[in-house]
């Protein structure tokens, strides 16, 4: 989308990865911009940044980290109050009629509100403003786990949101539930899951799985030599699982897809005609 007015955002992701996960476009944005915003996580991926283009400003400082103690720190203030002033940032740099690019780790559109939010704003303002793909988390996850989402479907879910809405479950589906590593913080001010967190996750599932079905919890390799985390455990032991900001959890089907069989006669097909 075009308009008359100066000034743009191009949102973009630069992957798990950044320097394996970049896309050319990608790159060539970052170096065309006339500022760029950047919320990666990995540090070899920000200095890369920096090189291809010096007026880069890093979001992380918006979270406002507090003290640490051991692996262990808590934001001064709600990630909710850090979203807002990192829109702000980018939506002014735009107003002063900047061509910004705002760089956000995985694919930006993929749980992550800033983003979204700042093209919301800036397009009911006039402005243009686009979002570019990125490799996220769950891709990784499909490399890296050997699965295909196309085979059962695969559901996926905020932890959190899981736990605290009535959400129906297919178990004949895949399930990745994000962000168990705060799952239950409801200040969105830790760093770390709420008391009891994970262990009432593991009741929330128990209604559906027995407690030997086998969870991963998932971490992609965020440096190109590195490795991703795969730990593959029955369901009851997730409650003391090591979970921390990057763990994703992957929960494989239990049982199979149920036929529809008046779908079928429908159809006028038999089960012995599908195919796989
Ligand atoms: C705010 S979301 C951002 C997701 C990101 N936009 C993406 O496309 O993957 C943060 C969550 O993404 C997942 N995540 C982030 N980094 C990860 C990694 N290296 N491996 C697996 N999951 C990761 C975790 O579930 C984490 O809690």
Redesign the pocket.
């Known amino acids: 989308m075009s308009t008359d007015k100066q000034g743009s955002l191009t949102v973009v ?1 630069t992957g ?1 990865n950044t320097l394996a996960h970049c896309s050319l476009e990608t790159k060539a944005y970052i170096e065309q911009a006339d500022k760029v915003y950047s919320l990666v ?1 990995d540090v070899a991926g920000q200095a890369w940044i920096q090189e291809l283009n010096p007026r880069v400003v890093s979001l992380m400082p918006y979270y406002q980290f507090g003290a640490q103690e051991g692996d262990d720190y808590e934001l001064r203030r709600s990630r909710a109050d850090s979203y807002e002033a990192m829109v702000q940032a980018v939506v002014g740099a735009v107003q002063e009629g900047q061509n910004v690019v705002a760089i ?9 509100f800033p983003p979204h939010e700042a093209i919301r704003r800036l397009r009911a303002l006039g402005y243009s403003a686009r979002m570019l793909p ?8 499909y490399a890296d786990l050997g699965v295909d989402p196309g085979d059962t479907g695969c559901a996926q879910f905020e ?1 959190s949101t899981f736990l605290f809405y009535k959400i129906p479950l297919n178990t004949a589906s895949a399930v990745i ?6 799952v239950g913080d409801h200040t969105l001010q830790r760093l770390r899951p709420a008391a009891g967190g994970l262990e009432a996750l593991t009741a929330r599932l128990r209604r559906h799985y027995p407690a030997e079905h086998p969870v991963a919890v ?5 440096l190109p030599v590195a490795s ?2 795969i730990d593959w455990m029955p369901l009851s032991a997730l409650a003391g699982a090591r979970v921390g ?4 959890l992957f929960i494989p089907p239990l049982g199979r897809l149920e036929l529809d069989l008046a779908a079928l006669r429908d159809f006028g097909l038999s089960p012995e005609q599908l195919v796989g």
Do not use: K, N
Not at 104 to 112: D, I, M, Q, R, T
Not at 245 to 248: G, N
């Open positions: 992701g798990i996580s956000f780790y995985g694919h930006p559109g993929v749980f992550a990125g490799i996220s988390a769950e891709d990784c996850l932890a539930l994000w962000q168990i590593g705060v998932y971490e992609a390799a965020t991703p985390r900001l990057a763990s994703t």
